[in-house]
């Protein structure tokens, strides 16, 4: 095997696949990229045996072939390299060592034989349908911070995607929740996704997708089954097993008779937020919110750092004295762009609904603290 | 059961999580069968070779008694009735609805003239028909006052299949199902941590499951000996 490609496009790639790649391995092949080089195009794939990435990019093919090198090693290199140079790569007769050369610098990386790599998978997956790239970020963007790090709750670890139904309306539906709040994001329904199974997509599939759709500019071909999803666009392909689950019934959580309506500038609640939170205590970053008509105070206290308050106007007519977590008030007010947000309460221990006014797309969820 | 979430995490400044609930499995594989519950069983597999057109269910609180009416309607394609069915709906249209029935929970009705009297017609329709009907109760009948004494003759007369106390291996068995049906998995740790400080009941396992699952859910933990410390601390305090 021996090729010559641009470091840019090579860079660009090898971030791509490298980060699928877990730092640690057990598996020594695990931690390479697998590497073919054939017909003017370098394919790049990597796996951490939940998910695979295959990436094609144009390159200068002397001679055909294809080896497995570290990854991370290579990525390093290559992005060390200067910009705008051409990067030579060539695998020795053997097999098991591959030169990679630019400029001046010159590397020699060890190599595991290519049967060792684990086969990619290709599977049926016999549902499909695409979507906007720009609507899949925003499926992500308002939904996946809600997502649980927790990990026996292996369930909630990820964004649960299916199709359903808003009075009448056939929706795509995504939504997250660690068990403290929830996230739901919905969209038109894409033609022919409307017998897709609700899935669970795990939470490093998002990341990694969600990295790489930033540069992607047209629709992204979503494939499913059961157990796997695909996601295709541009020369990348994302293939990642399901998180093998059942979502809760997360509707009965998203309450329907609270009253308590209040409308406030996001950016100017944000700030409060923000600076009243600078004084809350501990891990769960207490803030207060008393509500008296159109006047909201947000309040915080410490028994080391002292206390704060700060006042702010609303648009409501409410009373009612309720604590939140602000670190979770301000991961929901920074997702809205709108210059409303309408917080809808009940009462100091159940769930608040918020929402961007201009926005009906995305509904966010808070349970509050006890104060 | 009273709010789990108000139980034991219950300090100022802390997290109320959401009530996500749980899915019960109610297939037939997964009814843990023990000596408590063994006879029970038999009953329901022994159908239709019952000897009366009732067969009572009779068991404390969460015993598994909705459990086997499932297993029951998956055999004999029975339709399960509202209680209050009874005194809402005739005894003929009830017994048209499928041809065998189900009443989970009577208890609340026994005792109401109206519901006896249209379910004396219902017992009648069905022992005419030579159908089927499971009826659970939390009482035995021999210990419940039924306001007709016709119907209490024939309930008396109907065979009783009891579910008793579990033992420790099935306690411990229901444990395990119930964090499994929350999606949670435990060590044996926290099982044999939990039996000899829990009331041996099936009603002391769903509450401590509950409990255990709002707590983990609320401070982001797993399920875990130290967990079921606090839980059962912040239930003594209760």
Redesign the interface.
Known sequence: MKFSIDRAALLRSLAHVQSVVERRNTIPILSNVLLKAEDGVLTLSATDMDMEINESVAATVSAPGATTAPAHTLHDIVRKFPDGSQVEIALNAEGTQMNVRAGRSDFKLSCLPTADFPEITTTELPFGFSIPASELRALIDRTKFAM????????LNGIYVHAADNDGVAVLRAVA????R?ARFEMPLPESAGDMPGVIIPRKAVGELRKLIDEAADSIQISLSENKVRFSFDHVVLTSKLID??F???Q??IPQGNDKIVEVDPKVFTGAIDRVSTIS??K?R?LKITLHGKQMILSASSPEAGSATEEMEVNGDSDIEI?F?AKYLLDITSQIEGEGCRLTLADA?S?TIIQDNSDPSALY?L????? | MADPA?KPA????????????A?HAFGRGDFLVGSSNAAAVGWIDRWPAWPAPILVLQGPAACGKSHLCAVWQDTSKAIFLKPESLVKEEAITLFEYGPALILDGLDPWLGDRAAETTLFHLYNLLREEQRTMLITLRMAPAHTDFAIADLASRFRAAPVATIQPPDDMLLGSILIKLFSDR???VTQDVISYLLPRIERSFAAARDIVALADQM???E????SVPLMRKVLSGMQEE
Do not use: C, W
């Not at chain 1, 929740?177 to 403290?180: A, P, R, S």
């Not at chain 2, 982001?220 to 399920?223: E, M, N």
């Open positions: 649980s790090t927790e990990e026996t709750r292996y369930y929740t660690d068990g403290h929830l689950g059942t809760p019934d997360y009965r959580v205590d501990g769960s207490a604590g977590n221990a769930p969820v349970m509050p603290l006890r104060v | 108000s219950a300090q100022s400044g802390s997290q109320i999580p959401f009530d996500l609930g899915r999606q949670l998995t983990a859910l609320a982001k933990r797993g399920i």
